[in-house]
């Protein structure tokens, strides 16, 4: 079984300053990674994956997650935070090769960017 | 774009009433899922389906069962409604190949309050 730790529910930053959200996860076989992101109001959308390859994966908003095989985490970090980054986000595993792709979530940290 | 629609934003129903969450996704996926998300617990696997008429319990189904009579829609049921069902609930879809393998679509959220 897997699980997955998101230590910060909340996460409080300013304007351009740089931010990382962390994401642990607990598998004893192999998995793909997700960040998922809600904004106010809205259902969740997918951010970034890890699926194979390169450890280090960029979503089209600036944020980038590195998978960390061995410290068995993958944060999500962006360089410079903009207030329309304020959302919850969501980071979840799955088996690797699972027949039905159920996600794990973690239980969600709040980025709030203040001007 | 995919889209995933859930057939109402907010509903309230009293104790006991039967109540009927209806997930309607447009892109022939195989997989969707039903989840309820709470402050500080993130989103949690109440069922999900892989093939029409197929269904497997997710983490918390108690209380709740669900309909896949048709590919592009999925329903979750409560029997009879209870106040700790308050909560806001999530549907997803997902294929199982292609680019987007492992990707879950979500829709808006139906947040419901049981008085």
């Known amino acids: 079984a897997q699980s997955v730790t998101q230590l910060d529910s909340q996460v409080p930053v300013f304007e351009e300053a740089p931010v990382e959200l962390r994401c642990n996860y607990s598998s004893s076989v192999s998995v793909y990674l997700f960040w998922y992101v809600q904004y106010p109001n809205q259902g969740l959308q997918l951010l970034l994956k890890y699926l194979s390859g390169s450890t280090l994966v960029e979503s089209i908003n600036g944020f980038e997650a590195e998978f960390n095989k061995s410290q068995t985490s993958f944060h999500l970090r962006k360089p410079s935070v903009h207030i329309s980054d304020t959302a919850e986000y969501f980071c979840?595993?799955?088996?690797?090769?699972?027949?039905?792709?159920?996600?794990?979530f973690g239980t969600g940290t709040l980025l709030a960017v203040q001007p | 774009d995919v889209k995933v629609t859930q057939s109402s934003r907010y509903l309230v129903k009293r104790t006991g009433e039967k109540v009927f969450l209806e997930c309607v996704q447009d892109m022939d996926h195989e997989n969707m899922f039903w989840y309820r998300q709470d402050p500080g617990l993130g989103l949690r696997l109440i069922y999900f389906s892989y093939d029409v008429k197929m269904k497997e319990k997710g983490d918390i189904p108690e209380g709740y069962s669900v309909s896949r009579e048709k590919k592009e829609r999925f329903s979750l049921i409560l029997e009879s409604a209870s106040t700790n069902q308050t909560s806001m609930y999530l549907c997803?879809?997902?294929?199982?190949?292609?680019?987007?393998?492992?990707?879950?679509?979500f829709g808006p959220g139906t947040r419901l309050t049981v008085t």
């Open positions: 979840a595993v799955t088996e690797r090769g699972g027949a039905t792709n159920k996600l794990i």
């Open positions: 997803a879809s997902s294929g199982r190949t292609g680019g987007q393998l492992y990707e879950q679509y």
